[in-house]
């Protein structure tokens, strides 16, 4: 007869044994077959030890970072690609969400890393990209979702499209064998997708001016000093005379009519949400020698979306479009059999394009509002209490472009028992831009006006104020607000890991950093002090720059510890203090 064997074998995870930081590795086989929704490899951090995805909301959470690791905020974070930053410059959020295609490994340290690694006190995430072997290999994915086993919403006369395709490639190989080695890689993504919500728009009876059957309203042009009262409208109906030309203008072009009977909740909308996004990478490897080696590597990242997100009605939509671009240049340079050293420059570009998509339509003046900022045309935000308000993100157009520069030098050295390491880094960072709120201005309405003097409580609509042309509060905001801010950060270091025993090493280092005070190229910076209650405008009477003085006592000491119970490296206990700082 015949027999048959089936083996199955499985390793465990190898305990790390000589560092007494908390730390996590996913090496390309995992990242492969782990579930990430929409491939995004910044899930990896909330599933390693102490971290958790932060509570608050926000939309940029959708390019990922906003995770609380060890206790630390999400800006606490370090993000880096071949140990180049990939972490906006401004926000938590991270601009890249590479695709795992190309990713060799993640890498995730938390409490007690080495001195080698700054300006973050939560964790220091990087990733290794692949690098070309003498085989050719690559891959070709796409993953599809639709509607087609999705519910309907309840209040769905159909179900709304949803279309979600995620595509891509991977390849590399020899250029020159044993010599130069390249990889590439694409990933598209296309999102099409309407989503139902309510809305609450004016009534056909109200947008007449006609509140029947609604709380009694009173005509603000009728206060009497003497009794101090307002006197009604005459069948709780303001004239046509008395309307407002602009808030019918307004009517007309930004409150569309409702689709049910009702005060609230009378508008069924299906606002658009789409998402386009291109990445592409490439990396050259090349052997100089047998002791140099060189690799280049660059990443294009493109997101755009149009998103009806910062809105409250459907008829408004806004662009965001983010497209990120970073560089890295890596030489290495063996010494010795125990001495290497290694040197990176990087260069990490965000723009950031976002606002109203009616930015160039001049809305204001066809309703006839004036007095708003003639540079930036768009939709006016008009507030009215209990209803949706008008217009798209109101501090737009919000637009930047960032740069950041660095430079990294390590050195190693193997010395018996002791490995050391020093080297220092340097950055340079640039924020260009900024938002502009309400430079179409904002009107905010209550029932201020139309209720009676001391009775808002039982009379008064916010709406009937609004067909007035009496809004509580008015605010624009006039001139530009682009700045050009400018930081330099400076840091060098030392560590040890010393194997004190085969069952006990000792992790010890220093860090220091200097966080230069960040300042605006023309001064246009002002604060306020507290000693004088004065304000306080940078770079004039000797006030600096950066509104503070530099600081240069920011020495950061690490020391920790691994050690191994038994000898067996399968039980360790680790600990250790550090004291990191953070650029605000």
């Known amino acids: 007869g015949t027999s048959e064997k089936v083996s199955v074998q499985s390793e465990v995870a190898a305990v790390q044994t000589e560092s007494g930081a908390v730390e996590g590795v996913v090496e390309k086989a995992d990242l492969m077959s782990l579930p990430l929704n929409g491939r995004n490899f910044i899930q990896l951090v909330a599933l390693e030890p102490n971290s958790v995805p932060s509570p608050n909301t926000s939309f940029f959470r959708n390019l990922g970072g906003y995770n609380l690791v060890a206790g630390a905020p999400v800006s606490a974070t370090a993000v880096t690609v071949d140990g180049v930053n990939i972490r906006d410059l401004n926000d938590p959020r991270v601009n890249i969400a590479l695709n795992p295609d190309v990713i060799q490994e993640f890498q995730e340290n938390q409490s007690n890393y080495s001195a080698a690694q700054g300006r973050a006190g939560g964790a220091q995430v990087n990733l290794v990209t692949k690098s070309g072997t003498n085989s050719f290999h690559g891959s070709i994915f796409e993953f599809f ?3 087609l086993l999705d519910a309907k919403n309840y209040f ?11 595509f891509g490639f991977s390849f590399g190989g020899p250029i020159r064998k044993d010599k130069t080695f390249f990889f590439v890689g694409y990933e598209g993504l296309r999102i099409a997708q309407l989503e139902t919500f309510l809305y609450t728009v004016p009534t056909i009876a109200e947008r007449g001016g006609d509140f029947t059957g609604q709380l009694q309203i009173f005509d603000p042009s009728t206060y009497n000093p003497g009794t101090g009262l307002r006197s009604p409208f005459l069948n709780n109906i303001i004239p046509q005379s008395e309307i407002s030309q602009t808030s019918l203008n307004a009517l007309k072009l930004l409150y569309p009519i409702p689709t049910s009977l009702g005060n609230v909740n009378n508008l069924v909308g299906n606002p658009i949400n789409n998402s386009t996004n291109d990445q592409f990478s490439v990396r050259i490897d090349h052997k100089l020698g047998d002791k140099d080696s060189l690799f280049g590597r660059y990443i294009y990242y493109n997101y755009r979306r149009l998103t009806g997100i910062f809105t409250s009605l459907p008829n408004f939509l806004d662009h965001f479009n983010t497209p990120s671009q970073n560089a890295a240049i890596g030489y290495v340079h063996i010494f010795g059999p125990t001495t290497v050293n290694q040197f990176r420059v990087g260069y990490h570009r965000m723009t950031q394009l976002l606002g109203d998509v009616q930015i160039n339509v001049p809305i204001d003046q066809q309703i006839g ?10 939709s006016p935000s008009i507030a009215i209490s209990g209803l949706g308000t008008t217009g798209g993100i109101s501090n737009a157009p919000n637009d930047r472009s960032d740069n950041g520069f660095y430079l990294y030098e390590d050195l190693s050295h193997n010395l018996g028992k002791h490995e050391l390491s020093m080297g220092f880094d340097v950055d340079y960072d640039q924020v260009n ?15 201020n006006y139309s209720a009676q003097i001391g009775e808002r409580a039982t009379t008064g609509s916010a709406i009937a104020d609004f067909l007035l042309g009496y809004p509580s509060v008015s605010q624009r905001g006039l001139g530009i607000g682009f700045r050009h801010f400018r930081q330099k950060r400076y840091g060098t270091y030392f560590n040890d890991n010393w194997h004190v025993t085969k069952n006990l090493t000792v992790n010890a280092g220093l860090r220091w950093e200097h966080f230069g005070p960040a300042y605006e190229t ?35 000491p ?8 038994g000898g067996s490296g399968k039980t360790v206990v680790r600990g250790g203090y550090g004291l990191n700082f953070m650029p605000l």
């Open 522 to 556: 023309n001064n246009h910076l002002s604060g306020f002090d507290t000693t004088t209650g004065q304000i306080i405008t940078a770079g004039t009477n000797g006030v600096p720059r950066g509104l503070r003085q530099d600081n240069w006592k920011d020495f950061q």
């Open 558 to 565: 690490r020391l920790g510890f691994a050690y191994r119970i």
């Open 156 to 166: 769905d006369k159909a179900k709304p499209p949803y279309r979600q395709n995620q």
């Open 145 to 147: 979702r639709n509607d």
């Open 433 to 447: 831009g900024g938002y502009n709120p309400f430079s179409r201005g904002r009107f905010s309405f209550t029932d």
């Open 369 to 378: 509002i004036t007095g708003t900022s003639p540079i930036f045309l768009g």
